[in-house]
C-alpha cells in the first residue's frame, strides 16, 4: 500500500469515520509492504501483508478475466479525469485493468479493492482486501470501477459513497441498477457510466 493512502482508510466497524494508525515494519520506497493498521476507536488491528491491507477475508475471488486495451482506453475515456493525481478504486475484477490504466492516466494512485489472483502491488497500485465494503473514507475517490462480479447493490452504493462529488463511476456490467446518488449517463458494450451528484454529503474534498 502506498503509505499517503493511510489518510483515506476507513476501518470497516461501525462507528464513524476516523484516521487510522499505520505502524509499517516493511516499506519499498513509498510503498508498504508489511506492517499493522490499527483503530483507534474499536481498537481493532489489521495486518499488512504482501503489501496487502487485509481488512478481512475477501469474498471468493473473481475470476481472472483478460480485458483487452480497447476496454481500458474506453474506461479512461469515461472516467473523463484530464489531470493527474488523487486516487482511482477499482473493484475485484476491475482490478485487471490497473496496469493498463496506469500506462493511459500517469500521475493517478489506484486502488484495487479484493484483487483476483494474478494482480500484484505496484508502485501505482495498492491493494485492499475485505468481505463486504470499501474500506475508504467517504468522498476520497477522482474514479470508482466496479467489476462485473462486484455489480450488486451494496458495493454499488459503497463505490458512490467513496466518489467525490461531480466524479465517475463505471460498472462492468449493463444490467445493473444505478445506486442512490449516481446518475446513469451512457452505457454498451457490457458496461455503464455514471456521475456522482455534487450535492450528496461529504464531497466537499475535490
Ligand atoms: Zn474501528
Partial sequence: MFIELTEHLKCPGAHEEQHLILVPD????????????????????YPVT????????????PPWRAMDAGLAEAVRALLSLSNPGGYVVLVGSGCVLASSLA?????????????????DVTPSLSLLE???????????????????ESATSSWLEDAARVLLGGLRLVVLRAETEAPPGITRLASGQGLWVGEKGRAMRGDERR
Fill in 26 to 45: 516493511r516499506m519499498v520506497g513509498r510503498m508498504v509492504l508489511g506492517g499493522t493498521v490499527a483503530c483507534p476507536v474499536c481498537r481493532r488491528e
Fill in 50 to 61: 504482501e503489501g496487502i491491507v487485509r481488512f478481512g477475508a475477501p469474498p471468493p475471488a
Fill in 103 to 119: 500506462t493511459l492516466m500517469g500521475g493517478v494512485h489506484f486502488v484495487g479493492v479484493n484483487p483476483p489472483a494474478g494482480v
Fill in 130 to 148: 475485505h468481505s463486504a465494503a470499501v474500506p475508504l473514507r467517504s468522498a476520497m475517490a477522482r474514479g470508482v470501477v466496479l467489476g462485473e
